[in-house]
C-alpha cells in the first residue's frame, strides 16, 4: 500500500525553513497558548470570557487576510509571517502585564492576537504552496506535524511543572508568568530564521472573484464546504475540551502530562504518514482517522473520568494524524487545477479562512447565547458531542472530489526572491 521515503528528502530548501519556522510557532503555543484557557478560567471560572477571547480571534484573522491583500499587498509573505510572530509575542507580553487583570481584557487580547494570528497564517500558506508540489506535500505536511507531535511530546509537560511549581514559590500565577515569557522569547527568536523565507508576491486580491471562485473552479465547493464544517466546529471543541481536562485531572502539570503522552503516540504515526503515505491513500486514511476522532468525542462527555480521558486520548492520538495528515493537500491539490493558479492562489487563500471564520464566529457566538440559560458544564459536554462529527463531515466533502491523485505534470512554478 505504502511505499517508504526518506522524511526529509526531496523539500525545497525554503520549504524546510517554513517547517522550522511553524515548529517555533507550535513551540510557543504549546507552552503557553494552549493554558491560557485554563489562566483565564482560574481567574474567572466562567467559560463567557474565554469563549469572547475566541470569538473575537477569530473574527480578526480573516479580517487580517483580506487587509493583506488588498492594503498591504506589497508586503512578502516571510515578512507578513514575521509581523504575525512579532504579534504573538507582544500578546503574550501583554497578559503577562495584565495578569489576574487579563479577563478583564478578553476584547483587546482577542482583537490582538487574532490580527497577529492572521498575519502568521497568510504569510504561512502563500509559502506552503509556493515551495510544495502534490509530490512532496505528504512530506512536508507529515514533517510538521511530526515535529508538532514532538513538541507536544515534550514541552505541555514541561509547561505543566513549571506553572504548579512556580504557584508554590510565588503564588499562583508565577508560573504562568514564565511560561508566557518564555513563548514570546521562542517566537522573537522564530522572527530571525523567518527571514530566510520567500516574499511571494501576489497580485491585490479581488473580492469580486474570491466569491467566485468556486464558478472557476467547481471542485472548490467542497473545500468551502469542508472549511465550513472545519471552522464550525473546531475552534469550539478545542475551546472546551481543554477546561473539562483540567476539571478531571485536576492541575496543569497533569494537563502537561496528558497532551505529552497525547503526542508521544502520534509521533510514530505522523513519521510513517510522512515516509510512507501515497497521495492516492489520502482520502482512505482519513476515513480511518476521522471514525476514530468522531468516536473520541462520544466517549468523553457520556463518562467525564480519568479512564474516558484516557481512552480519548489514545483515539484521538491515533485519529488526528491519520485525518488531519492525511487532507491537508487535498485544498492546494484543488488550487492547482485552477487554469492559473499562481495568479489566483491568495484569492483561493483567503476564501478557504473566510470560511472558517465564519464557521467559527457563529459557533461561538450559540455557544455564548446558550452559556446564560444553560448550565455551561453541560453545555460543555454537548458542545463535544455535536462538534465532535465535523471530522466525518470534513471527509465527506473532501472525498466527494474527483480524481484525488497525483498530478501528471511537472511542478514548473518558479519561486520567488527571498523577503
Keep these: 500500500m505504502f511505499r517508504p521515503r526518506v522524511l526529509s528528502g526531496g523539500l525545497d530548501r525554503r520549504a524546510s525553513t517554513m517547517v522550522l519556522v511553524h515548529g517555533a510557532y507550535t513551540a510557543a503555543n504549546l507552552l503557553a497558548g494552549a493554558f491560557l484557557s485554563i489562566f483565564l478560567w482560574r481567574a474567572s471560572h466562567d467559560l463567557v470570557p474565554i469563549a469572547l477571547y475566541s470569538g473575537l480571534s477569530a473574527l480578526m484573522i480573516p479580517a487580517a487576510f483580506v487587509a493583506n491583500g488588498l492594503i498591504w499587498r506589497g508586503m512578502g509573505a516571510g515578512a507578513s509571517i514575521r509581523l504575525g510572530l512579532f504579534g504573538g509575542g507582544f500578546s503574550y507580553l501583554v497578559i503577562l502585564m495584565l495578569g489576574n487583570d487579563a479577563p478583564h481584557w478578553v476584547v483587546v487580547l482577542g482583537l490582538l492576537r487574532g490580527v497577529a494570528e492572521g498575519f502568521y497564517w497568510s504569510g504561512f500558506h502563500l509559502v506552503t504552496y509556493d515551495t510544495t508540489s502534490d509530490r512532496d506535500r505528504d512530506r512536508y505536511f507529515g514533517a510538521q506535524a511530526t515535529a508538532s507531535l514532538f513538541l507536544t511530546a515534550t514541552l505541555p509537560p514541561a509547561a505543566g511543572a513549571i506553572i504548579v511549581a512556580g504557584a508554590r514559590v510565588g503564588g499562583t500565577y508565577r508560573g504562568y508568568q514564565l511560561v508566557f515569557a518564555l513563548s514570546a522569547v521562542v517566537l522573537m527568536a522564530a522572527m530571525v530564521l523567518a527571514g530566510q523565507l520567500p516574499s511571494s508576491a501576489r497580485q491585490r486580491l479581488s473580492l469580486r472573484r474570491v466569491a467566485t ?74 476515513l480511518v482517522g476521522g471514525a476514530l476522532l468522531v468516536l473520541s468525542t462520544f466517549l468523553l462527555p457520556l463518562y467525564l473520568s480519568a479512564w474516558a480521558i484516557v481512552g480519548f486520548g489514545l483515539l484521538r492520538a491515533i485519529g488526528g494524524p491519520l485525518h488531519g495528515n492525511a487532507l491537508a493537500p487535498v485544498a492546494l491539490q484543488v488550487i492547482d487545477r485552477d487554469p492559473a493558479p499562481k495568479v489566483m492562489r491568495y484569492d483561493y487563500i483567503v476564501h478557504q479562512e473566510l470560511c472558517l471564520g465564519i464557521g467559527r464566529v457563529v459557533s461561538i457566538g450559540c455557544f455564548l447565547l446558550l452559556a446564560a440559560p444553560m448550565n455551561q458544564m453541560l453545555l460543555a459536554r454537548i458542545v463535544v458531542v455535536v462538534a465532535g462529527a465535523a471530522p466525518l463531515l470534513i471527509w465527506a466533502a473532501f472525498a466527494r472530489i474527483p480524481g484525488v491523485a497525483p498530478l501528471a505534470q511537472p511542478d514548473t512554478r518558479a519561486l520567488p526572491a527571498a523577503a
Design 213 to 286: 471562485l468556486a464558478r472557476r473552479n467547481p471542485d472548490w465547493r467542497w473545500v468551502t464546504r469542508a472549511r465550513l464544517a472545519d471552522g464550525f466546529t473546531g475552534s469550539l471543541i478545542g475551546l472546551v475540551l481543554t477546561i473539562l481536562m483540567f476539571l478531571v485531572l485536576k492541575n496543569e502539570q497533569q494537563v502537561g502530562n496528558f497532551n505529552g503522552l497525547m503526542g508521544l503516540l502520534g509521533v510514530g504515526i505522523s513519521l510513517g504518514l510522512a515516509a510512507f503515505m501515497k497521495p492516492k491513500h489520502r482520502i482512505a486514511c482519513a
